[in-house]
């Protein structure tokens, strides 16, 4: 990622294309992470369906449908903050070139600000494990539901 940052040796117009590809990209994140949440929100929604009509089997498929792309969801916005990070650093370092040509990158210190921003990879890991947990969690809450509401006895007919 550290890379990413280097405007060193660019004209201003080479930097500020390159800036632009990285705005290009953040703008495609943004879309891509829009029909994630639209595919997770209509899977939930296929999910709630098959529990409502009492079909168990198919209420799970749609269940692992909606986790996918709850997972993919995730790694989508964590890929959108990235970029956002990256475009308002690159911007501010383009609006830097005019200013002061030749600068050193402190890496700790940019470490320190990604870090500030996206979070620690432990605190993302978390965060992932702890949405799949609530999305497992609520899909298991429904199936108990829903055989509690059949009286639970068709739980051996359907195997």
Do not use: C, N
């Not at 639209?38 to 269940?63: N, Y």
Request: aromatic content about 4%; glycine content about 6%; overall charge negative.
């Amino acid at each position: 990622m550290e890379d990413d940052f280097d405007l060193e040796g660019l004209s201003h117009s080479d930097a500020r294309e390159y800036v632009l590809r990285f705005a290009q990209s953040l703008h495609v994140a943004r879309r891509q992470r829009a029909d994630a949440e639209q595919s997770v929100d209509e899977w939930k929604r296929r999910v709630k369906l098959a529990m409502d009509r009492g079909q168990t089997e198919l209420a799970r498929q749609a269940l692992e449908r909606a986790e996918e792309a709850h997972r993919a969801l995730v790694g989508l916005k964590r890929e959108e903050h990235e970029l956002d990070f990256k475009v308002a650093e690159l911007k501010r370092r383009l609006a830097g070139l005019r200013t002061a040509p030749q600068r050193s990158v402190d890496a700790t210190g940019l470490l320190a600000s990604i870090e500030s921003v996206i979070g620690s990879g432990h605190e993302t890991d978390r965060a992932v494990a702890e949405a799949e947990a609530e999305v497992a969690l609520d899909a298991l809450r429904r199936k108990v539901a829903a055989e509690q509401a059949a009286g639970g006895d068709d739980r051996g007919d359907r195997r």
